[in-house]
T-cell receptor, first 114, second 112 residues
Framework: AAGVIQSPRHLIKEKRETATLKCYPI?????VYWYQQGPGQDPQFLIS???????DKGSIPDRFSAQQFSDYHSELNMSSLELGDSALYFC?????????????FGSGTQLSVL | KQEVTQIPAALSVPEGENLVLNCSFT??????LQWFRQDPGKGLTSLLL?????REQTSGRLNASLDKSSGRSTLYIAASQPGDSATYLC???????????FGQGTRLTINP
């Protein structure tokens, strides 16, 4: 079965640089979520999209932006990177249909800011 | 603000034992609760999803219960195996929201 695909798997950037993370949800899933997980920490919600519209927003810095495209893939854009942005970034997808809201996570993008 | 707590933070048991992981949440107005498994450096795998109207869900050797009024959920693992070693995370979704609020997880080690 198809899973959530994230790219790249690993990314190394310098401070003040820009990064773009990509997420391809499971086919027919209409909701995409982005989470940030620091070392030894639980995942923190950043932002979500339902049918290409932002549906919920968490602790996402103003330096970050995200969008969902017409083919339902999503991109997280991160600018003016800081050392503290180093983390594992997960994308997840689900169906909004009641009773089918189980989240399926991708393998994540490990971002290292040097 | 919803807060999720998991106890214990770490657990080490011999193979074959039955065990219980605990999760508590502060706001009982949840929409659903999920249990996830995470292996080191890997993504999260959803194990069980319990709707707010349900009391428990079962999948193989796993059973999750939900007591919404007391703000508690438990994950029961029967006949534990070394392959069950991982971090187990509990997450709740509040009514009217889409985000999940995670607990800090229980790091489980099953010793052969």
């Amino acid at each position: 079965a198809a899973g959530v695909i994230q790219s790249p798997r690993h990314l190394i950037k310098e401070k003040r640089e820009t990064a773009t993370l990509k997420c391809y949800p499971i086919p027919r899933h209409d909701t995409v979520y982005w989470y940030q997980q620091g070392p030894g920490q639980d995942p923190q919600f950043l932002i979500s999209f339902y049918e290409k519209m932002q549906s919920d927003k968490g602790s996402i810095p103003d330096r970050f932006s995200a969008q969902q495209f017409s083919d339902y893939h999503s991109e997280l854009n991160m600018s003016s990177l800081e050392l503290g942005d180093s983390a594992l970034y997960f994308c997840a997808s689900s169906l909004a249909e009641a009773g089918h809201e189980k989240l399926f996570f991708g393998s994540g993008t490990q971002l290292s800011v040097l | 603000k919803q807060e999720v707590t998991q106890i214990p933070a770490a657990l080490s048991v011999p193979e074959g034992e039955n065990l219980v992981l605990n999760c508590s949440f502060t706001d009982s107005a949840i929409y659903n609760l999920q249990w996830f498994r995470q292996d080191p450096g890997k993504g999260l795998t959803s194990l069980l999803l319990i709707q707010s109207s349900q009391r428990e869900q079962t999948s193989g050797r796993l059973n999750a219960s939900l007591d919404k009024s007391s703000g508690r959920s438990t994950l029961y693992i029967a006949a534990s195996q070394p392959g069950d070693s991982a971090t187990y995370l509990c997450a709740v979704r509040d009514g009217g929201a889409q985000k999940l609020v995670f607990g800090q997880g229980t790091r489980l080690t099953i010793n052969p």
